[in-house]
DNA sequence: GATGAATGAGGTTTCATTCAT
DNA sequence: CATGAATGAAACCTCATTCAT
């Protein structure tokens, strides 16, 4: 055990130091000797837990992908009222989406082969909508979401919500009013 | 002229190689050589039409943007009612911030150092500010756009829309309620 | 014409480099970094003529052993007695044979995958097999060799000279014959 | 004498693991990784019985031919025939001259600095010479050799035997007796 | 202007070796 | 004794850039 989570202590540890170096370098500055430098190990290391640079890529998106996952399913799975969630939900997916789009979208056209791409990103994205799914068929079951709607189409349809804000618009008046009107359409 | 046409054609001709390349080798497959390849030209040419490889990009980024901003002119100066011109605007818009995420947003942060960026980004955005202002003002004048609007304002909000639809939406339908909400806003 | 003479010089001036590095250093030292500099070229311009290192490799086996197909082929060739002739021909033959030993078979082990080697080898050996053939041949014609000798065996046993045996000769009769010879030359 | 015995054989399970790594993977692919695993110890064991990776090469030579000696010896005192014994024997040095050819002069290069590799050699040889010695002499005192053979000279020829000229022979009388030799046999 | 052979800095990756456990 | 995770020197190879023609 104490083996297992020293590995997973150091694999973790790679994959932030590759976000920091990502965050200051950007992507095509990205070596791997930095990364082993930001991650206080020695070069030969980062490929004792990863293949190659690709692979270490392919983790990093992944990694970043679950740890957003992770919140979504903590956030829906709060004690409190449907619309809180859901404003919350909708505030981290969109600091995620803007992550995305700002750096794991180039990072993952590096990392994964065009053509297995697509394949790569829905089975990534398949989790989510299973977060989604739970948590419409939550609220409908405390009678917060009307009973009527169909689950895999409502969660699909939040799934979607993916525009952020561009430039200054106030965004805490932006989630307000999309959350007033995700509530107006779908509220019990 | 004709030397000056000749030279022109043959940057031009580079630019739109090097984004055939880009689409079917990506930027980290993109190489100076597959460029020139592309164009039908040496490698030499390109470095006599571009200081180096991140020059080439920075212009694509501009020779892709200015594209845009010509057709948008173009569009915002037809002779035909505003909500029409509107809707099409933001058809042409939605697609170039499309490409723009697919693909000029990684090409420009290899392209442009990270501190020059923002500036360089608000100088290319300043042309398409100020075809909107022109836009705004043209349909006040004509009476298609309430009198009392401020235009620079307005043309900002106009120049901030940016979400495009995900997945499978309708692709029309959205346009067109887009649009309406817009008249909505600010029709006569 | 210029082109190809000098891509031929430059190619070949490559081989030559690797031939003196590898004696210097042996093959376990040889970096493709020293060849360039044997040879007076940039460490890029070797990978202008060989795909890798075992590009290389390949090319330098086959390099030395068509040159001495081409110094075998001249000396069956020489107008001279026929003993002569073949007593120059398994001198060139043994200088060639502890050459490859020495430094050629090593070489091609890391040069060609284990499957294809055989065949490759074999495609070799072709060339020199036709020499001997067209060698005894020639002795025939002038008497100098007995007629009733089959051509293709006689050629093949004396490709075998120097080596042991090779191919498909029946491994047990060939040790009888030798070490008949040898109990004729020592026996009592 | 158990730990000794122990060692021993782990030594050896060492070295034996180290031939198939290096007959199925080749010297070029030889990695104590792979020894380690196929001798099933840990890699740090292999550096507890070898100084490092040239003199686990180094041991694993003179192993081999240490091996080859103690069957020519074992050979060479069989209650049979001189004829019989020397065909035996010579097939035996076929065998072995195959191998070195194919895998020992490779790694023997590669185990032995330059400039010791020939006396490391010829330490290696004497005791064949040796073994040899004794056969001929043997073979003298049984009335099945000729007794006016010099001992040593018609030792050294018989290991000659397999071999292009080794050491100090006079390389240009060898090249006249074998070309005599093959012209008795295929001369008209 | 146009070219592409030549270059070598700079990146990725391997693997012999060490050492804390 | 035995181990194997960790290391980094050293090798291979790429590709942006130059320059003689």
Redesign the interface.
Known sequence: MALSTRSTDKRQQILEATIRVLRER???GLKVEDVAKAAEVGKGTVYLYFRDKRDLLRALVEYRTLGFYADAERITRLARPFPERLKELLARRFAFIDEW??LW??VA??AVE?DAKEAWLRGLHERYQRILEAFIADGQSRGEVRADLDVTLTA?AL??V??????D?PREAYLEQLAAIWMKGVGA
Chains 1, 2, 3, 4 share one sequence.
Request: charge should be positive; aromatic fraction near 0%; hydrophobic fraction near 40%.
């Open positions: 950007g992507l095509s789009r700002g979208a180039a056209a590096e065009r699909s799934a979607a993916g525009c952020t804000p561009q430039l618009l």
